[in-house]
């Protein structure tokens, strides 16, 4: 049985579910996620489209295509809270704090960060043992 992860926005009108492994879990610490989200880096899950099902609220799941960056912040319009965003592969972000908070604060070990990347554009340094790539 694959793996089922469920979260909600805030306002708990959206609903959605990733299946599966995710592609790639880490702290992202690239120049674009800082400019598309305003946070000093990205602890993300990353899957593919097709992992990623909209289970409720689908009508109030916005989006929005940054002006300059092949991504996009999939938000929703009640809330404001961000689903998941979306990179130049079309892959779904799904934040590791979004998740830990529809977790009780425990994120699942399987979606914990295995590493840094882009860890040379970082504005902060990151004290820890895992593996840190440029
Ligand atoms: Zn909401
Ligand atoms: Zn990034």
Redesign the pocket.
């Known amino acids: 049985m694959a793996e089922k992860y469920l979260i909600e ?6 609903k959605i579910s990733m299946t599966g492994e995710p592609r790639v879990r880490g702290f992202c610490h690239c120049e674009d996620c800082r400019d598309l989200l305003k946070i000093p880096y990205h602890a993300v899950t990353a899957w593919n489209e097709d992992q990623v099902t909209v289970e409720q609220g689908a009508d ?1 799941l916005l989006s929005y295509q940054h002006p300059t960056l092949e991504m996009k912040r999939c938000f ?1 319009k ?2 404001g ?1 961000t689903l998941f965003n979306t990179n130049a592969m079309n892959w779904r972000i799904v934040s590791q704090n979004l998740v830990r908070k529809c977790y009780a604060g425990n994120l699942p070990a399987a979606l914990r960060s295995q590493s840094h990347f882009f860890y040379g554009s970082r504005i902060v340094d990151i004290d820890d043992d895992l593996p840190k790539h440029d």
């Open positions: 926005c805030d306002c708990k009108t959206v109030s929703c009640d809330c809270e």
